[in-house]
């Protein structure tokens, strides 16, 4: 079964920096688009930052571009998000997704549960 493991998440101030890891398992990982995810309570989910196979192409949203940066590691089936400058408006629960098909954008197929990710300031 494919599962998606989130962590890295925790209390930072306003400024500070954040590396989340998710760590993926029952899957060809490098056959996988990744994404990370973030929602907060009475807000939409939105796709913040993406990234193809190989990692060769990226896609970061409006509010967090210049901010955050995702890589991966195919050797160890593993995404990561790197947060800088972190905000309060930042904070949500983030997932991490996976996606079998070429476009970083759209439905993701698996899911991980989440990690917490609060900015105070």
């Known amino acids: 079964q494919v599962q998606l493991v989130e962590s890295g998440g925790g209390l930072v101030q306003a400024g500070g920096s954040l590396r989340l890891s998710c760590a993926a398992s029952?899957?060809?990982?490098?056959?996988?688009?990744m994404g990370w995810f973030r929602q907060a309570p009475g807000k939409e989910q939105e796709l913040i930052a993406a990234i193809s196979r190989s990692g060769g192409s990226t896609y970061y949203g409006d509010s967090v571009k210049g901010r955050f940066t995702i890589s991966r590691d195919n050797a160890k089936n593993t995404v990561y998000l790197q947060m800088t400058d972190l905000k309060p408006d930042d904070s949500a629960a983030f997932y991490c997704?996976?996606?079998?098909?070429?476009?970083?954008?759209?439905?993701?197929?698996?899911w991980g549960q989440g990690t917490q990710v609060t900015v105070s300031s």
């Open positions: 997704a996976a996606k079998g098909t070429y476009n970083l954008l759209g439905t993701y197929n698996y």
């Open positions: 029952g899957l060809t990982f490098s056959n996988y688009n």
